[in-house]
């Protein structure tokens, strides 16, 4: 599998506003937990009155003809270059088989009389296990339909893509955040993400908990950590904001970002490059569960594409906000 999930966005987050509109039964377990950002989990000795309860969704046995279905909305409208179909926990009650439908209807929630297009060809499950299938379209969607065959539970599906974004529509003069995952913004690499995933630190509002931001394991050797983050579009940044919610005895005792405009090259190799990046933002000291803005401390450097945000020695960031303008 060439396809790297962990540099694309799930567009069917929960956080991001994904939702399941439709399912054709969902009797066992309910379809919103379909598109839960957290990790499916197993209880114990848990039942509720319809039977055991399941992270996940899943529909009752079916005994007659025909198959269940799930339509989801994205929270991101975009290009899909990947899905996962995930079957955790579900060992004797999984699908045999699952195929994905996708169509773009930003108007309206379409329905099933709409003229949906097969991304997913029907591809065998098994129980308890990750499914990733590259998708090799680049269309903008907006819904995708999950088809089962012929019932049973999957723990969560995820979509990953690019954002969509007009940006003929966004005034040269318009300040928005370069670095914000609703404009494209991905986390590329990081030096270690021990306790949290580093693509939190572009997610909308502030940090739920701990576990909703970037955090290191705790550094017993000399340097320092990092994370490289792509903007949605090349632009000036000339506001910094670097929040530390949540993180009260294991925020960083200090940060500073290096930029570039980065051309040509892949994803994967930009980390070697990001030792010879300009400084965008000299060292800054940082402070417990606190939002630091920085203005006059960053520096003009002219158009960027990539950032290098620089932790020392550790510790955990809630969100990265990188405001500026777009450049040609």
Same mark, same amino acid.
């Given at each position: ?129 990750? +499914?990733?299938?590259?998708? !090799?379209?680049?269309? *903008?969607? /907006? ?5 089962? #065959? =012929? @019932? ?80 949605? +579009?090349?632009?000036?940044? !000339?506001?910094?904001? *670097?929040? /530390? ?5 294991? #925020? =960083? @005792? ?75």
């Amino acid at each position: 599998m060439s396809l790297k999930i962990e540099n694309y966005i799930n567009l069917a987050d929960d956080k991001l506003g994904a939702e399941a509109l439709y399912a054709t039964d969902d009797f066992f377990a309910d379809k919103s937990r379909l598109l839960s950002r957290l990790d499916p989990v197993w209880k114990d000795d848990v039942y509720d009155d319809n039977g055991k309860w399941m992270d996940g969704w899943e529909s009752r046995r079916k005994r007659g003809e025909g198959y269940d279905y799930c339509i989801v909305k994205l929270g991101l409208a975009g290009t899909i270059a990947g899905v996962d179909i995930d079957t955790s926990f579900f060992t004797g009650n999984y699908p045999p088989s699952a195929s994905i439908d996708a169509i773009y209807s930003p108007e309206v929630d379409p329905t099933n009389s709409e003229e949906w297009e097969e991304i997913l060809p029907s591809q065998s499950l098994s129980g308890d296990q990750h +499914h990733i299938s590259e998708i !090799d379209s680049d269309k *903008v969607y /907006t819904h995708v339909r999950l088809n089962i #065959y =012929p @019932d049973g539970g999957v723990a969560r599906l995820r979509v990953y893509g690019t954002p969509s974004v007009d940006w003929d529509s966004i005034d040269e003069l318009q300040q928005i955040d370069l670095a914000a995952v609703e404009h494209g913004g991905r986390a590329l690499a990081c030096s270690d993400e021990h306790y949290g995933n580093k693509s939190n630190i572009l997610g909308p509002g502030r940090g739920e908990n701990m576990g909703d931001g970037w955090e290191t394991a705790r550094r017993r050797t000399p340097g320092n950590d990092w994370v490289i983050v792509a903007l949605g +579009h090349a632009g000036n940044v !000339d506001r910094v904001v *670097v929040d /530390t919610a949540h993180f009260k005895g294991n #925020y =960083p @005792d200090s940060c500073s970002i290096q930029a570039a405009y980065v051309k040509g090259g892949t994803d994967d190799q930009v980390a070697t490059q990001s030792l010879f990046w300009k400084e965008l933002l000299p060292s800054q000291k940082l402070n417990a569960h606190s939002i630091h803005e920085f203005v006059s401390e960053v520096n003009e450097i002219g158009p960027i594409t990539h950032v290098r945000l620089n932790i020392f020695p550790d510790g955990g960031v809630s969100r990265l906000r990188l405001f500026g303008t777009k450049a040609d």
